[in-house]
């Protein structure tokens, strides 16, 4: 992630540059949570955000200690180094309320229960699906991911959810190219091997994540669809490969379009989630 490169500024940047750099730097702030690393999850000292966004230490430093003031940062009195404050959370909170999320929270535990296993809502973010709920599973033996960890559309059941049911991705298919970079030996290789999925998902919908993302991780998805038959979110039962063999995908598919048709009213008409 990069932002306008500075030349030689001093004094006060002007007011749209520093609305967009500090957009930039609490995207970079939320896109680190949950990562691995630091003495807190998603933690990151002035130097990091300099180095990430193209900034002069002095600029990074300015829009830190600006969101620190408004209380979108704080500061780890322990590391010295900053993270999202409970002026973000409380945002999120209302964005969460706004969108519907807190509505579709009893529909995503039933499936959970239903199941057995984790459950995830997300919705698309450019190129990446994102979690926004996560329902874990009771069972020791599961695979943990937090909500606003991004996933690559191509190699999960939530990101082949929204390829397959939004027309308007189409750029982003064609910017591909013929190979696929690999996240596991499972993932597609080439745009026709996908291709030849995004249609088989199409026709009995819901998708499957066969180890493609991670390795040990096996996943169903299905579109929560709008009026005119596009994703506007996706929800994704996910498992241990060794709980979840061919023939429980069959079982899971149901089960998770179902659920996402019960959301689907749920989330407010004409908001974009």
């Not at 500061?75 to 993270?83: A, G, I, N, V």
């Not at 994102?130 to 190699?155: D, H, K, N, W």
């Not at 290789?189 to 994540?209: F, Q």
Request: glycine share 12%; net charge neutral; charged share 20%.
């Amino acid at each position: 992630m990069t932002v306008a490169k500075e030349s030689g500024e001093t004094g006060r940047i002007a007011g749209t540059q520093a609305i967009s750099r500090a957009f930039a730097v609490l995207h970079l702030f939320r896109d680190h949570v949950g990562e691995p690393g630091g003495d807190r999850a998603g933690e990151l000292g002035v130097g990091a955000v300099a180095r990430e966004l193209g900034l002069t230490l002095s600029t990074a430093h300015r829009m830190i200690r600006a969101l620190v003031a408004e209380g979108y940062l704080a500061q780890s009195p322990r590391s010295e180094r900053y993270y999202l404050g409970t002026a973000a959370f409380l945002l999120g909170q209302a964005a969460q309320r706004n969108l519907g999320l807190e509505a579709v929270r009893p529909v995503l535990e039933k499936l959970g229960a239903d199941t057995g296993e984790s459950v995830n809502l997300g919705m698309l973010d450019g190129g990446h699906a994102v979690i926004v709920q996560r329902v874990e599973s009771s069972q020791p033996l599961r695979f943990s991911q937090s909500p606003g960890t991004r996933l690559t559309l191509y190699a999960t059941s939530m990101g082949k959810v929204f390829l397959a049911f939004n027309t308007d991705l189409g750029a982003y298919l064609a910017d591909l190219g013929p190979k696929l970079d690999r996240l596991t030996p499972k993932t597609h290789g080439s745009a026709r091997s996908l291709r030849g999925d995004l249609k088989a998902i199409r026709e009995r919908g819901w998708s499957t994540d066969d180890e493609e993302s991670i390795l040990g991780v096996r996943c169903v998805g299905a579109p929560v669809l709008d009026a005119e038959g596009k994703a506007r979110a996706a929800i994704a039962v996910q498992a241990p490969a060794v709980r979840m063999p061919d023939a429980r995908y069959d079982e899971l598919g149901p089960l998770v379009v179902a659920a996402a048709d019960a959301i689907a009213p749920l989330l407010p008409a004409g908001h974009a989630i």
